[in-house]
């Protein structure tokens, strides 16, 4: 090939991208590599946390159905101490129904005044009162091991946020997948691949999927970020109520917390995708969201660059992977146009469909290599391997197409989902509160002095207070590390050296005097 293309004169065209093929494929095989020297945490004989004591699991839903039954006692089979179901008030009646089927001692069914999922995941957040929640979609089925694998990870004081492995679950009760739902199994498995190589070389992940995803409650609950997930916007204008894992695991990143993606048969759990076209509105839907976070991390976050580096260069190569991709079968086309009219003297010119053939072959078997994992497990899905090579190049359209419209922020596969704000919504929702507000612009001026001078005295009372009390004390993090981030957040950073420690102590004392 090096010979004919030096012939046609076109070497140093084509040489920077075949350079680029090459670093595509070493960025595989690394990790591939780094994916098979990848350990899970595996529990502990006597844990710190355990299913029966510390978990909540939180299961946003508008349109539940026979599959909810099959999921949900999946997840009482790990032992949580309680499930909590929000849907909104005009499907409480079903849903209570399908949770008085299953378990309506364990099963808490509740309301939000109108369908979003973040709304409705910050209601799950309130009403939990155990040390760990876990999102779980309403199809998603887990096995008897998965909670035990999940808490392992939280031995880690500082670990925040936990994934899991993904499979396809076939909508045919027979078990019969359709070629939508093995298309989605072949992106499941690059997908698992691709988060237990960068969790073991850097612990970071690219997104904690909303399938199945663990968190450390006292994050969820803080304010800061309540605020912040219920008032995303792109661009300052589009609310975003999808992409709430992405949200998530960008604010682990940006707050000091470890993630860890679980990737073993213990902690695999099932969903169903998609039987039919409407997998690709799925996909279009997440490939905007990965476009809009993965924005954010790099460019306006920016603390992925230096906590995950590996992570960080992965979402580079996605970025590009659309172009890199699709300019293969052009070259490749320029090269067999151009070969028949200015062949070289070292060697005649090759017939087009050999060099299409040849080409295809070659992707083909690209392709094959990439997907062994999944063909070991599911051999006789090899059938739907050429319509997945024509997904590719679909999709790599389609990720250009996803760029130009960020701004389409629905769901697009399901109906009855507000587009709104979730804060507003929230806000719509909380009308006794709306008929007590009170507007402080019409308080006479007289009440407005004896406020201050109320609150100048509660705040004189506290600031001796804090004189007097004995020094903080915490079995994990001292009162400064808590008390570190700019939004009041609680972080668990590196613990400052000690005459950093003594120089806040001495300033604190001087503005005291003063």
Not at 95 to 119: C, F, G, M, S, Y
Not at 388 to 401: D, G, Q, R, T, V
Request: net charge negative; hydrophobic share 40%.
């Amino acid at each position: 090939m090096l010979y004919l293309t030096d012939d046609l004169g076109l070497l140093p065209f084509f040489l920077p991208f075949g350079i680029i093929g090459f670093y595509r494929y070493l960025w595989f095989f690394i990790k591939v590599a780094a994916w098979l020297v990848y350990q899970p945490k595996l529990p502990k004989e006597n844990p710190t946390y355990t299913g029966e004591r510390d978990v909540t699991i939180i299961v946003p839903t508008i349109d539940a159905g026979e599959e909810f039954k099959i999921a949900a006692k999946s997840w009482l089979a790990c032992g949580p101490k309680e499930i909590i179901i929000i849907t909104e008030t005009s499907m409480r009646g079903p849903l209570q129904d399908l949770a008085n089927e299953v378990d309506p001692t364990k099963i808490k069914v509740l309301t939000v005044h109108k369908a979003n999922k973040r709304l409705q995941m910050v209601e799950g957040v309130n009403a939990a009162n155990t040390e760990i929640v876990v999102f779980a979609d309403d199809d998603a089925i887990w096995k008897p091991t998965m909670l035990d694998y999940i808490l392992a990870c939280f031995e880690d004081l500082k670990m925040g946020g936990v994934g899991t492995s993904q499979t396809v679950h076939a909508v045919d009760p027979n078990g019969h997948q359709t070629l939508w739902e093995i298309l989605a199994g072949f992106r499941l498995t690059s997908r698992n691949i691709e988060i237990a190589a960068s969790t073991h070389i850097d612990g970071g992940i690219c997104c904690l999927s909303g399938r199945t995803a663990a968190y450390r409650t006292l994050i969820l609950k803080d304010p800061a970020f309540q605020y912040c997930f219920t008032n995303d916007l792109w661009l300052g204008k589009y609310p975003l109520n999808s992409g709430d894992d992405k949200f998530l695991t960008r604010w682990m990143v940006s707050h000091g917390w470890n993630t860890y993606a679980q990737i073993c048969k213990e902690a695999e759990l099932y969903s169903t995708f998609k039987n039919n076209w409407r997998f690709v509105k799925q996909v279009l839907r997440w490939t905007r969201n990965t476009w809009r976070s993965d924005f954010r991390s790099l460019f306006t976050e920016r603390y992925i660059w230096s906590r995950h580096p590996f992570v960080a260069f992965t979402m580079v190569d996605k970025i590009f992977n659309p172009l890199t991709l699709l300019s293969g079968p052009i070259l490749v086309g320029v090269f067999a146009s151009l070969q028949e009219q200015r062949a070289g003297p070292t060697n005649p010119p090759l017939p087009g469909w050999n060099i299409a053939i040849s080409y295809i072959v070659w992707l083909m078997l690209t392709r094959f290599i990439k997907l062994i994992p999944h063909f070991v497990k599911r051999p006789l899905d090899i059938w739907v391997l050429p319509a997945w090579l024509i997904f590719n190049y679909y999709f790599a359209i389609m990720k250009i197409y996803a760029l130009f419209t960020l701004h389409e922020v629905g769901w697009g596969t399901r109906a009855g989902i507000s587009n709104d704000l979730a804060a507003d919504i929230g806000k719509a929702g909380e009308k006794h509160d709306h008929d007590l507000k009170i507007e402080m612009d019409n308080l006479n001026e007289s009440y407005k002095k004896e406020e201050s001078v109320q609150q100048a005295d509660l705040q004189s009372y506290y600031l001796q207070q804090q004189e007097q009390r004995a020094p903080y004390e915490d079995p994990f993090f001292s009162e400064a590390e808590l008390r570190q981030g700019t939004d009041g957040s609680f972080a668990p950073f590196e613990q400052q050296q000690p005459h950093q420690h003594q120089q806040q102590q001495q300033q604190h004392h001087t503005s005291t005097l003063l």
